[in-house]
């Protein structure tokens, strides 16, 4: 995804490791418009992605992603900043290090 590209996903390509930093799975596709369960907005920031969940959404900190197989081993990619769905308040990825 260029840098300034915005789109959705599905709000469990999101995962929280042991040091509660945000990441997203490099494994999940995106789509240009909010449909179905792909209601979570992300954009390509320079240094990695800003994230929007279109509602509260519950992330515990796990020792790898949730999936079997293959997708287990997926590529992460940072989230820099995350907004509250319900406040739109910023919470900086650098608060969560």
Same mark, same amino acid.
């Not at 040091?19 to 418009?33: G, K, M, N």
């Not at 979570?40 to 796990?62: K, N, Q, S, T």
């Given at each position: 995804?260029?840098? *300034?590209?915005?789109? &959705?996903?599905? /709000?469990?390509?999101?995962?929280?490791?042991?040091?509660?930093?945000?990441?997203?799975?490099?494994? &999940?596709?995106?789509?240009?418009?909010?449909? *179905?369960? #792909? #209601?979570?907005?992300?954009?390509?920031?320079?240094?990695? &992605?800003?994230?929007? /969940?279109?509602?509260?959404?519950?992330?515990?900190? &796990?020792?790898? /992603?949730?999936? #079997?197989?293959?997708?287990?081993?997926?590529?992460?990619? /940072?989230?820099?900043?995350?907004?509250?769905?319900?406040?739109?308040?910023?919470? #900086?990825?650098?608060?969560?290090?």
């Amino acid at each position: 995804m260029p840098v *300034g590209e915005k789109g &959705f996903t599905v /709000p469990w390509a999101m995962w929280v490791d042991q040091e509660t930093r945000y990441w997203l799975r490099a494994d &999940f596709t995106t789509i240009p418009e909010k449909s *179905g369960t #792909s #209601s979570m907005l992300i954009e390509r920031l320079e240094e990695g &992605f800003r994230v929007r /969940p279109e509602r509260p959404h519950d992330y515990y900190a &796990f020792s790898k /992603p949730a999936s #079997s197989g293959p997708a287990r081993h997926c590529e992460l990619l /940072p989230v820099v900043e995350l907004i509250a769905p319900d406040t739109a308040a910023h919470l #900086s990825s650098a608060d969560n290090t």
